[in-house]
Nanobody
């Protein structure tokens, strides 16, 4: 059974930093596009950042210059470094693994990020 396990969420003050991690198991991690999504209360889930198997990255405009997505294929792990956090970044953050060929998508359980003073 495929598992994506997120960690690293928590409470941080505005301007602070957090690093989220997502460890994957039972998939050929290196061939998947990995992504981070978030869902704030009362809002739809939105894409935050993705990184392809070729390490190409993409970000939603609101996080460009503040967030960095990276992956370590040897550890089957994807990261999201979040700097200069704002209250509007408060959400549950979800990890996603997407296989382009013979498409399939997996989700983690989510980790709460709260930015508040």
């Amino acid at each position: 059974q495929v598992q994506l396990v997120e960690s690293g969420g928590g409470l941080v003050q505005p301007g602070g930093s957090l690093r989220l991690s997502c460890a994957a198991s039972r998939i050929i991690f290196s061939i998947y596009t990995m992504g981070w999504y978030r869902q704030a209360p009362g809002k739809q889930r939105e894409l935050v950042a993705t990184i392809t198997s070729g390490f190409a990255t993409n970000y939603v405009d609101s996080v460009k210059g503040r967030f960095t997505i990276s992956r370590d294929n040897a550890k089957n792990t994807v990261y999201l470094q979040m700097n200069s956090l704002k209250p509007e970044d408060t959400a549950v953050y979800y990890c996603n693994a997407y296989r382009i060929r013979d498409p399939v998508s997996y989700w983690g359980q989510g980790t709460q990020v709260t930015v508040s003073s």
